[in-house]
């Protein structure tokens, strides 16, 4: 969530407060702070999206990466023992191709997948050669587990994406419900300042302020040879 944001629903929150302690007798004003609560609301609920979604797709980030170093290693075995067997068997047509660190999440699954297929394919003689009976099984799921993973990974992403634009309209009405709750509020504390600069602070985005700038250096005195 980008800082202005942060800073506009924290202000929202203590306008929200501000209303609900000092409530207006005329039901406009009231309609008004109803509404401002109803988007306050709306935000949380799109902020728990975004971070729900943001732990969705790095919790899929690393258990993709995980798999995709088991995928690779498990291809080099697989590759190894093709290998072992076109010795024997030279018209053995498996593919040994292994992905390189860079590949696209769609090339590495259809490499591993062409190279699984093939071996099962040739299965006997890859048994013969000492390939574990659990080794194509297990690539099988493996490779099922690493594109749910990606497909994971694309939908948290593709939340955070559609949370955090919403999020954007909805703190923008924020802002004009507040404006507008702040012309109300002007005319309803006319005569009593008190409440006036209460709501006046609760009504303020609290900005950062800059830093001072740093007086420049004194320049070095030179001495004159006498």
Not at 71 to 95: M, N
Not at 172 to 197: C, Q, T
Not at 218 to 223: I, L, Q
């Amino acid at each position: 969530m980008r800082n202005n944001i942060r800073l506009k629903l924290d202000m929202a929150g203590r306008a929200m407060e501000f209303c609900r302690t000092h409530p207006d007798s005329n039901p406009s004003t009231a309609l008004v702070g109803n509404r401002l609560g109803e988007l306050v609301a709306q935000a949380k609920e799109l902020l728990e999206q975004q971070r729900t979604s943001v732990v969705t797709a790095t919790t899929a980030v690393g258990r993709k990466q995980e798999l995709r170093e088991i995928i690779g290693y498990h291809l080099a075995s697989l590759a190894g023992i093709s290998r072992a067997a076109a010795v024997s068997q030279p018209d053995l047509t498996v593919h040994r191709r292994l992905p390189r660190g860079r590949t696209s999440e769609p090339t590495f699954l259809t490499i591993a997948r062409v190279a699984v297929a093939e071996a099962l394919a040739h299965q006997e003689i890859f048994l013969k050669h000492g390939m574990p009976e659990t080794l194509l099984p297990t690539m099988t799921a493996e490779l099922d587990e690493y594109e749910a993973v990606v497909s994971r990974q694309r939908n948290g992403l593709a939340t955070q994406v559609g949370a955090g634009a919403e999020l954007e309209a909805v703190t923008g009405e924020i802002m004009g419900v507040v404006r507008h709750l702040d012309s109300l509020h002007r005319l309803r504390f006319r005569n009593d300042p008190e409440l006036r600069a209460a709501w006046k602070s609760a009504r303020n985005v609290a900005w950062p302020q800059p830093e001072p700038a740093q007086p420049a250096a004194p320049a070095a005195e030179v001495t004159r040879a006498a």
